[in-house]
């Protein structure tokens, strides 16, 4: 079993977009209230006083939308400057990057995924639910500026949806040949959506690799790492090709992190909401930051038997009362 020292932080549930996989348009989400927000100052004594001590040292900032987040750059500042803070990251949709991006990376956020389903502006926003201005343009900017301020890696997330954007999986793997970005393709979940799920399931990274193989070739780059993701390249590549396959793969003797969602739920699996804990509310009633750190240390030491598909080998879905947008995806 790995390690567990990795948290994802959902900053805020909210987002500017309504991907057809995560939030669709139509389907009304019970929103965290502002005051159930765990706030700045409550989210770094759990970052400096909770989870530091009890092992955890990368954090991603996500959400939701983590951009819409106000004072979102002050933050990460903050838990940048934490001594113990080995890494910060964060996954964002990009629409709100290009004109922070510099202060991000002068803040100390060093790495950055962003979500970009499709190098076409009109199937992007089909994904995106907007009906509206096109949005792909904005994206794309947010990309570049992320590039040129020098973020590095700069991934690209990547989800797949049978006969929607796959066919442009080829064109999304040819960005890494000449440029140091790293695409990530991730298995569509029946998370947050499962009529489009049912409707149109999904693909395994295996069919993908092949499709990438037959016209390039393709390397191992570094498969098995610390995260989710099967590394692989393109010959001769400057980026890499990741593949997220949790609806393949069971991954769970590697998984290294927990989620804390923006309402404060400490989650030890993606896909199994039993054993949260709720630290906000000890926070607010007074209970001492070592008693939290007690809890959380029983949560790792469960987290083995209660990580989610390697109890029950894959053959069930999960509990899914909450989106990706709502757990911190
Ligand atoms: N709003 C940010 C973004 O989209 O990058 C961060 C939050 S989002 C929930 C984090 C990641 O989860 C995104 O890359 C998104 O594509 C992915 N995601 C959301 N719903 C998913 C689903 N049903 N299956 C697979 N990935 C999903
Ligand atoms: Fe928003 Fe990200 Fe979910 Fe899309 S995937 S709706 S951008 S939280």
Redesign the pocket.
Known sequence: MNQVDYLRI?LVDR?N?R?Q???PEGVELDYILKQQLLTDEELLTLIEEVFVPVGFTQFRL?????LLRPGVVELVRAIASLPRTKDLS?????FLLAPIAQDLYEAGLRRI???L?SLDPDIFNAIIGNRGRSRWQQVWEGIHAAYCVGFNPLKL???VIPGVNDHEVLNLAALTIDKQWHI?F????????SQL?SDRG?IPSEELRQRIRDRWGLTESQVRGNGPADVFQIPGAKGTLGF?S?MSECFCDRCNRMRLSADGWLRPCLLNETHQIDLKTALRTGISTAQLQEQVRGLLALKPEINFKQRDAGTTTGVYTR???Q???
């Open positions: 959902s987002c977009f991907c996989y995560c939030m996500t959400g939701g939308e983590p964060m996954t964002t949709n990009g995924n962003i979500s389903d997330n990547v989800v990530r991730i298995e569509f979940m029946p998370i947050g959506n799920f999904w997220i949790q989106t990706m947008s757990i911190g995806g």
